[in-house]
Structures are given as structure tokens and as C-alpha cells.
């Protein structure tokens, strides 16, 4: 766990019901793939699902990146997703209204 600590930033990290495989989520899938290059998973051997893409339950639209390494005797269920919208703009009025808010 350490190791997987130090060498990334999960988002998540839960042992499955099985005892022996790991359910690791990550935040993005740069980091994701980051992970998996710096633990030296990243070989042809490793099952890494294709990118997706597609809409959560409250409409937002994301891709997604499964992996499915072997690491340390552990089996690896990797997870990442990564919003793909920029969030609603807020209109001058209000942006101005939270930036005097802001400076009181």
C-alpha cells in the first residue's frame, strides 16, 4: 500500500471482498497511466481497457480508462474518469457580486 501510495495519488483504494485484489481509482487517467509507468506495468503483458466515453446519471459527459494489472501478488482492478465539461459559465453580474464577496 505504501508503494502504491508513493508512487501516485489514488483517489480511492479498497480491498475487494475476495481479500485478494485491489480496487484502485485515480482521479484522472494521465495519473492513471502515470501509475502504471512508474510501477512498471505498462508492458504488453497488462490488460488496459479502451478509453470511454459517455454521460454520468447527472448529465455530465466523462471518459474513462480501466487497467488490470498483477502487482506485488495483488490482482489490480484500476479505475479512472475524468469529467470532460468545463462546467457551466457564470454570468459578469454574478462573478462580480462573488469577487466583492470575496474581498469583504
Known amino acids: 500500500m505504501a508503494e502504491l501510495i508513493l508512487l501516485s495519488n489514488?483517489?480511492?483504494?479498497?480491498?475487494?471482498?475476495?481479500?485478494?485484489?485491489?480496487?484502485?481509482?485515480?482521479?484522472?487517467?494521465?495519473?492513471?497511466?502515470?501509475?502504471?509507468?512508474?510501477?512498471g506495468l505498462n508492458g504488453p503483458d497488462v490488460l488496459i481497457g479502451k478509453e470511454h466515453e459517455g454521460t454520468s446519471s447527472d448529465g455530465r459527459p466523462y471518459r474513462s480508462v480501466?487497467?488490470?494489472?498483477?502487482?506485488?501478488?495483488?490482482?489490480i482492478y484500476a479505475h479512472a474518469v475524468e469529467y470532460t465539461d468545463s462546467g457551466a459559465q457564470i454570468d459578469a453580474s454574478t462573478a462580480d457580486r462573488l469577487a466583492a464577496l470575496a474581498v469583504a
Open 10 to 39: 489514488p483517489a480511492g483504494i479498497a480491498i475487494r471482498s475476495d481479500g485478494t485484489s485491489l480496487a484502485v481509482d485515480f482521479d484522472s487517467i494521465a495519473e492513471l497511466h502515470s501509475w502504471l509507468h512508474l510501477a
Open 66 to 75: 480501466n487497467a488490470y494489472p498483477t502487482w506485488h501478488g495483488w490482482e
